[in-house]
């Protein structure tokens, strides 16, 4: 079944903990990116990855760091967590050519305390 | 930088009826996708309906079909025979058609959509 798996799907932490999202997808897909969704804001894109190495901000990129070791990986990575933090984490991916539609992960609701 | 408005934080609907749910987005791109995805309480990402900019014919899926009004940038959704299942938070989604660079979705706030039985 084509996916895109997110763990931890729950995640409370304290401030400065540092924690790491997983995201993984089974399409070979070369685009994966990070949104995170507020309440009034919709969602916004942190992070994203065009191929292997290649990353680079979104909107959002401040206190979040991501890797592109793998093709099907793209991990989030909080180095120092802080409250403002607290949010619900979307992980996506897509062809890079003709690639109209992202498939999202499940989602990850992390609070930072 | 493209924007995405959806004007109603919440609608509601009588279950069987019809309810238009409105978007408007800003782009100065000729060539681009549109879509309308679902949250429901389980906070999963569904895609309800995509658009295509070149294609003139409004796209439908069974109960759910689209207005698309290009020179107005307008993109509303239909959802005919609204069921208690349809009743979730609608996110309008805008997306380049860049052939290389990021090409992110770029949402609206989302509409909050309740089914009244």
């Known amino acids: 079944e084509a996916q895109v798996t997110q763990n931890p799907r729950y995640l409370i932490t304290v401030t400065g903990k540092k924690l790491t999202v997983t995201c993984s997808q089974n399409?070979?897909?070369?685009?994966m990116s990070w949104y995170r969704q507020d309440p009034g804001l919709g969602l916004r894109q942190i992070y994203y990855?065009?191929?292997?190495?290649?990353?680079d901000k979104g909107d959002v990129p401040e206190g979040y760091k991501v890797s592109r070791k793998e093709k099907r990986n793209f991990p989030l990575i909080l180095e120092s967590p802080s409250p403002n933090q607290t949010s619900l984490y979307f992980c996506?991916?897509?062809?890079?050519?003709?690639?109209?539609?992202?498939?999202f992960g499940p989602g990850t609701r992390l609070t930072v305390t | 930088a493209q924007t995405v408005t959806q004007s109603q934080p919440e609608m509601s609907v009588q279950e069987a009826e019809t309810v238009t749910l409105s978007c408007t987005y800003d782009?100065?791109?000729?060539?681009?996708?549109l879509f309308w995805y679902k949250q429901p309480p389980s906070r999963q990402m569904i895609l309800v309906i995509r658009?295509?900019?070149?294609?003139?014919q409004n796209a439908t899926e069974n109960r759910f079909s689209v207005n698309f009004q290009k020179a107005a940038k307008s993109f509303s959704l239909k959802i005919s025979d609204s069921q208690l299942g349809d009743a979730a938070m609608y996110f309008c989604?805008?997306?380049?058609?860049?052939?290389?660079?990021?090409?992110?979705?770029?949402f609206g706030k989302g509409t909050r959509l309740s089914v009244i039985a």
């Open positions: 996506a991916s897509s062809l890079v050519r003709q690639s109209y539609e992202q498939y």
């Open positions: 399409m070979n897909h070369e685009y």
């Open positions: 782009t100065s791109e000729s060539d681009y996708y």
């Open positions: 990855s065009m191929n292997v190495e290649v990353t």
């Open positions: 989604a805008y997306r380049s058609t860049g052939h290389s660079g990021n090409t992110p979705l770029v």
């Open positions: 658009q295509e900019a070149y294609k003139q």
